[in-house]
């Protein structure tokens, strides 16, 4: 392959194909021998393949003679030349054409060739052999730059679609990465999540395994402290049990017994006056002492007891009860007793004239 210096002619022919060739054996007419392409060294093509021009606007052409002159404005080479009746079967080509490896290295290496217009652009305005263009007939400037616009549109439009492929193409990968990013953090957001409960729970049930396990060691210290120290006990029955004194500071209600068969007189009130009043200075004392006070039995006084009815009444004992010590002393053996008589002696007591003591009161049960 052969091409001009811009590589906008592209001549597609073998090298084998292509032999030098002087201008005595062209049989060039004057005109022909005069002109600027026959003085420089050609080469005939046998077989041309194929003529490629990138931009057709930038190649110029003049008839000399018999021959047809095509030349690259853009570098200023002319660049080959076809016989008019002979046609492909004639060529001559310019012989410092760029070879193939020539075209390649132009392509890769020189700093002015466009990806773009596919030629090497010269930045200067000014080409070498200007003065050569002039002998070609002028080209529309117009259309020139309208065709070049038309590729540019065309090259755009190409590699708009080209970029907007590479763009959803990397789009894709790029989304993919990213799924499958997001589902591996989803799983190891759900990883975490699940040991995070895990180790509250363990937390949670040993917090309650321990306060289960301290409650427990409490209560078996409790127990063996109970059982093992008779001091400690001792001070723990003081202050839960009940003083059987205590109890009595406050008078007691009479049991049954009491209540049906013990009737006040004058001057017992005084006398439940002063024995409460000994009973609560006992209890002090005892407090104070610190001493466990066991009960004792308080004998009704025989003078509380109405001795003015005409019968016998027997007369109990106060019972007090206490939970903790029961202690029961022998009751007094009662008399045997005619009841008959005792109702007829009552009777007249109420109704006869002489009264002795006052009327029985109303009973009154205290009983709960």
């Known amino acids: 392959m052969y091409s001009c210096y811009c590589l906008n002619i592209l001549i597609e022919a073998l090298p084998e194909n292509c032999q030098g060739v002087s201008a005595d054996s062209l049989s060039l007419s004057p005109k022909e021998r005069d002109d600027s392409f026959f003085q420089q060294d050609l080469k005939r093509v046998k077989t041309l393949q194929k003529v490629h021009k990138t931009h057709p606007d930038l190649v110029l052409t003049k008839d000399v003679g018999k021959w047809v002159i095509n030349c690259c404005a853009n570098c200023v080479c002319e660049t080959y030349a076809v016989h008019n009746e002979k046609g492909p079967d004639s060529v001559l080509i310019f012989a410092n054409l760029r070879d193939t490896k020539s075209i390649e290295r132009a392509k890769t290496e020189e700093a002015d060739y466009s990806k773009v217009f596919k030629i090497v652009i010269s930045r200067s305005p000014v080409r070498a052999n200007s003065s050569v263009l002039y002998s070609y007939p002028q080209c529309n400037p117009e259309a020139a730059m309208n065709n070049i616009k038309d590729y540019w549109l065309e090259y755009m439009k190409k590699e708009t679609i080209a970029v907007e492929q590479r763009i959803k193409q990397f789009a894709d990968e790029e989304y993919e990465k990213f799924n499958n990013l997001k589902t591996a953090a989803m799983k ?19 917090v309650q395994h ?79 002492e610190g001493a466990i006070t066991m009960p004792v039995r308080h004998s009704v006084p025989k003078h509380s007891i109405a001795k003015s009815l005409p019968m016998d009444i027997p007369t109990f004992l106060t019972q007090n009860r206490n939970h903790v010590e029961d202690e029961y ?23 006869g004239d002489a009264v002795f003591g006052e009327l029985p009161r109303p009973r009154v049960s205290n009983q709960l």
């Not at 001070?235 to 013990?262: G, L, V």
């Not at 002393?329 to 109704?351: F, M, Y």
């Open 210 to 288: 321990k306060a289960i396990l301290d409650a427990v060691k409490e209560a078996d210290k409790m127990l063996c402290v109970d059982v093992c120290s008779p001091e400690y006990g001792t001070k723990i029955n003081k202050s839960t049990r009940p003083s059987p004194k205590r109890q009595k500071s406050s008078p007691a209600a009479p049991s049954s017994y009491d209540a049906e068969a013990i009737f006040e007189m004058e001057g017992s009130e005084d006398n439940k006056s002063v024995s409460g009043t000994d009973v609560e200075e006992s209890d002090r004392e005892d407090t104070a």
């Open 329 to 351: 002393d022998d009751l007094p053996r009662q008399e045997n007793v005619n009841i008959a008589e005792s109702i007829k002696a009552l009777a007249q007591s109420v109704h």
């Open 188 to 206: 190891e957001q759900g990883f975490l999540n699940s040991f995070i409960q895990e180790m509250s729970q363990q937390q949670k049930h040993e």
